[in-house]
């Protein structure tokens, strides 16, 4: 138990692997999850760098070309090796701040199933850390970006203002020299009024800034007791350490009291009986040590069961927290996004008024097509039909032609037969009268060699 690593994430299974990725948009099947290859991991490590870094691997591994002159003697012998070490030497950064310190190149060039499925659980615990603080970063960005539309709008209306004042103070009309003066002293009021609406939005833009910065030193403390969390598995996992050695220590002094009682069992033979007692006990005291053993393990299992659940469970009490925080905002804005929403239909009942009537021109254009695609496919079948017909005619000629070959065949062999045997008679009468008596050399006929030449 004490030789397991222990990490700040928990260990997911590989239907949990494979469905969080399939929600990231992440290639990768279950064939390449467990048998794991360069080629089918690549892409999946791309992508997860891609959408935490924000940066994509092309842009990663461009080399400037000026400093690759200066710095290397043959810079194109390092076009592929320059990128690769650039995209490993990033994902070993991405993987040590998500708590996985040991990340190599055979990771990436000859991966393993177990760490692999080791990595990929730290990237997608990542992943829903980071969801979630998203989640409170855009709320929290969306309230400064109204907050600050607010602001310039009221500087838009002051500066308007003050244009209004301006071209009415140029007036020189001392009939309405009273009234433009009251004009002015109204457009100051407004103003003053929208100086106010400025600076107060102004106010809520600053402390949404600040609210951000509580937002990033919170995430920073986060992760500062991220690391202690770490700090204090790490402990307990050398104390663990330390217990076993202890207990292995106990056990070595047990196999010495051992030995010395067979020792003893020797020297005194009246003994036995005892001795048989002490066997008896020690074979009870290792049943015990295997059952306490067998228990240890069985609870070390239920604890990181519980452990798990506990993680899942505070995370979905964050998720419900900030989907309720979500919801009474989105209950503030429901007034403004409803007179939108009015808007909305009334411009999709249009659209949808011309989509049907589109959709009546296509309905022509489909029946005509179906019209047109039965005529096609009669004629096809016509020509099917045709052709099996010339296919039929075709091999009953074949057939035919093949009987007429074989019967040729039969009657060139027969006269080759009978012109062989023409010859063997010939060569048999020239024989005979080159040499009367019959016993010179030249009485048996070459036949083997004449044969060749019929």
């Known amino acids: 138990m004490a030789d397991q690593p222990t990490y700040s994430f928990p260990i997911l299974s590989n239907s949990e692997i494979l469905a969080c990725l399939r929600e990231l948009e ?16 690549r892409s999946c490590y791309e992508t997860l760098f891609e959408i935490f870094s924000g940066q994509t691997v092309a842009e990663l591994g461009v080399i400037d070309e000026e400093v690759a002159a200066e710095t290397l003697d043959y810079p194109e012998l390092y076009a ?48 829903k850390f980071r969801e979630e ?8 960005l969306a309230a400064r970006d109204e ?104 056990a070595k002094e047990l196999e010495q009291n051992v030995e010395e009682l067979q020792q003893f069992e020797k020297e005194l033979k009246e003994s036995i009986e005892v001795m048989e007692n002490i066997r008896k006990t020690r074979e009870e005291h290792e049943a015990q040590k295997l059952k306490l053993k067998e228990i240890n393990d069985e609870i070390a299992a239920k604890e990181e069961e519980t452990w798990k659940l506990d993680a899942k469970m ?20 429901g007034k403004l996004k409803l007179e939108a929403a009015e808007a909305a239909l009334k411009t999709a009942q249009e659209e949808l008024a011309a989509a049907e009537a589109r959709a009546d021109q296509q309905k022509a254009k489909d029946l005509a097509n179906q019209k047109e695609a039965a005529e096609l496919e009669a004629a096809i079948k016509k020509l099917t039909e045709e052709h099996n017909q010339d296919m039929d005619a075709l091999m009953r000629k074949y057939e035919e032609l093949r009987d007429t070959v074989v019967e040729y065949h039969n009657e060139l062999f027969e006269a080759m037969e009978e012109c062989n045997a023409k010859g063997l008679k010939r060569e048999k009468a020239v024989a005979m009268e080159s040499s009367p008596g019959g016993s010179s050399m030249m009485s048996t006929p070459p036949s083997a060699i004449s044969l060749d030449r019929y």
């Open 26 to 41: 992440v290639p990768l099947t279950e064939t390449q999850l467990l048998r794991p290859t360069h080629d089918g991991l």
């Open 80 to 127: 592929e090796a320059i990128p690769n070490l650039a995209f490993f030497r990033s994902m070993q950064q991405l993987l040590d701040g998500v708590g996985v310190d040991d990340f190599c190149l055979k990771d990436i060039f000859k991966p393993e199933y177990g760490r692999t499925r080791r990595n990929l659980s730290a990237l997608i615990n990542f992943a």
């Open 133 to 140: 603080k998203l989640i409170e970063y855009e709320d929290a």
């Open 147 to 250: 907050e600050q539309r607010a602001y310039d709008a009221a500087l838009e209306l002051n500066a308007r203002l003050k244009a209004e004042i301006a071209a009415a103070e140029k007036l020189d009309n001392a009939e309405d020299a009273e009234a433009l003066e009251r004009e002015v002293e109204e457009l100051q009021r407004e103003v003053d009024a929208a100086t106010l609406e400025a600076d107060e939005a102004e106010r809520k833009v600053l402390e949404a800034e600040k609210e951000v910065e509580e937002m990033k030193i919170a995430e920073q403390e986060l992760d500062k007791q991220i690391a202690e969390f770490e700090r204090n598995k790490a402990t307990m996992a050398g104390e663990e350490q330390e217990l076993a050695e202890a207990q292995a220590r106990k």
């Open 314 to 333: 505070e995370q979905l009490q964050r998720q419900n927290q900030a989907m309720d925080e979500k919801m009474a905002r989105m209950e503030s804005q």
